[in-house]
């Protein structure tokens, strides 16, 4: 009898602790997220960047996707270019060829 009495009161204190994390849980993530701090300036500015595009190449249209900038071309001989650029640093993180099937 005596070991049931402590078993009994060993689950009632795992149901208490439990239900103490579930309630945290729900509270972190229902609570404002907190703002990540200010970069500095050096970090954002980056200047003029300069990208070259091959001749006759239209920008067709251009969207962002996170932290990158897509910018689609239309190519003078068929075919489109994807380039994807790095809002942070400006840079060109790639290229991506898309050719037409004969």
Do not use: H, N, W
């Amino acid at each position: 009898m005596r070991a049931l009495k402590a078993l009994v009161i060993f689950m009632g204190v795992l149901i208490l602790a439990g239900m103490g994390l579930v309630g945290y849980g729900i509270v972190k993530r229902t609570a404002i997220p907190e703002r990540p701090a200010p970069a500095t300036a050096a970090a954002r500015a980056y200047g003029p960047v300069e990208i070259s595009l091959p001749s006759g190449a239209r920008i067709a249209r251009t969207r962002t996707s996170g932290e990158r900038l897509i910018v689609e071309l239309e190519l003078a001989g068929g075919g489109e270019r994807l380039l994807v650029l790095d809002l942070a640093t400006g840079g060109l993180v790639g290229t991506i060829d898309l050719k037409p099937q004969p």
